[in-house]
């Protein structure tokens, strides 16, 4: 079972992972979604959780044109 904290990381992780599968840059990606480069910085750190809302996650999603489920994929 994963905490909070390291679930969050994961989130960031496979963000980071397919907006660079995409080669969309983190302001690109931050402008589309209405939210700043510096906080979809922190969303993908991975040495820093940051909590994520529903509605960036789907927006996120639908911007990386990837099943929202994609990025709640959690890995042992």
């Known amino acids: 079972m994963f905490t909070r904290e390291e679930k969050y990381k994961m989130i960031g992780l496979n963000i980071a992972y ?4 995409r080669g969309i ?3 690109t990606l ?4 209405s939210l ?3 906080h979809i910085s922190n969303i993908e750190a ?3 959780p ?3 809302s529903m ?3 789907l927006d996120i999603a639908d911007v990386l044109e990837v099943p929202a489920r994609k ?3 959690f890995h042992e």
Request: charged content about 25%; proline content about 4%.
């Open 50 to 52: 940051t909590a994520i």
């Open 55 to 57: 509605d960036a996650l």
């Open 46 to 48: 991975p040495n820093m």
């Open 30 to 33: 931050a402008e589309r979604v």
């Open 18 to 21: 397919y907006r660079k599968l």
């Open 25 to 27: 840059s983190q302001l």
């Open 36 to 38: 700043s480069r510096t």
């Open 71 to 73: 990025l709640l994929d």
